[in-house]
Structures are given as C-alpha cells and as structure tokens.
C-alpha cells in the first residue's frame, strides 16, 4: 500500500510553480524566517507539485477513505494528565486529544473519544482514540514519542460500541 507523500518545502526546488497544481489557486510567497511556506508538496508520479493546504487536506481525506487508514496529527489538550509507569515506578504525563488534523493543521475530525492512555512493554505511552471521520467509525493510536502523530484505521465493523477501539 503505497502513500502520496505530502511533505514540507524544505528542500523543494521548484521555484516557478506559484498555483496550486489542483485548484489553481495562487499560492503564497515564503518570506525569511517563516515557520511554514503556506502550501504543501505533493509526490506524484516521482515529480514533485506543490498545492495548497486546502487541496492537500483533500488529498488525504480521499487516500485515507480509499484505504481506510490514515496518517495524521492529533491536536491536543492543554491539561497535562498522569498516568503511573509501573515499570519505570513513576507517573508519566499525557494529553487528551481534541480533534485530529491534516499536515497543514486542517480539522479532520474534532469528534474524538479517548479511550485512555496505555504503556507498552518497552515503556512507551500511547493514547488509544475513537473518533469520527465523514460518518464513520475510526479507532488509533498516538505515541508520545512521535510528538502529535497518530495512525489510525478504519473500524472494520461501523458501530459505535466502545469495543471496537481496542481492536489495535
Ligand atoms: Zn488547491
């Protein structure tokens, strides 16, 4: 199962390119010392085009309901909240997630239902959620050690009984 790539411009080389390959929309101009360059840079067929964030979310909004999996970010909670390490004798802190986001920060679902957070044999602290995509069901997983990144998949059975969030 092959995945577009959407990436960041760092080293994008395609200084011509000023619309958005999919919409046409004319894309903004990074200045020195911006933290994001205002679109994305989509890989498509080996070449690299860029598209605004509004394209690139529907780019991945598409991939991830053709394949019922998606890779995304997770918007969190402010409160800090603990959960003890019985291995490491020690609580360790988490987030509660609020909403889950494309690359570019748009909302892809902000009906999210944490399930709770989990560590794993080698000590690592995930956070297992529900949440809802277009009407359907979704369960995943967020590592601590990957910052805001979350997998997640698509409920293989569209229910809403809390069952199928540990189906991981
Ligand atoms: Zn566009």
């Not at 080293?11 to 390959?21: K, L, S, T, Y």
């Not at 498509?44 to 909004?61: F, K, L, P």
């Not at 044999?121 to 590592?143: H, K």
């Amino acid at each position: 199962m092959k995945r577009r790539v959407i990436v960041s411009d760092q080293n994008d080389q395609n200084n011509e390119q000023r619309a958005c390959a999919k919409c046409g929309a004319e894309l903004p101009k990074a200045s020195a010392g911006d933290f994001t360059t205002g679109y994305a840079v989509l890989k498509e067929n080996g070449a690299e085009v860029r598209v605004c964030y509004s394209c690139a979310t529907a780019i991945e909004r598409a991939w991830a309901h053709e394949h019922g999996e998606l890779f995304a970010y997770a918007k969190q909670d402010e409160t800090p909240r603990r959960v003890w390490d019985p291995r490491a004798r020690k609580y360790q802190t988490w987030y509660a997630i609020t909403a889950i986001t494309s690359w570019p920060g748009n909302v892809l679902s902000d009906h999210v239902d944490v399930i709770g957070p989990a560590i794993s044999n080698f000590g690592d602290l995930r956070v297992y959620f529900r949440f809802d995509l277009d009407g359907e069901a979704w369960y995943g997983t967020a590592y601590q050690s990957a910052g805001d990144y979350v997998r997640a998949k698509r409920c293989k059975h569209q229910t809403t009984s809390a069952e199928n969030g540990r189906q991981n």
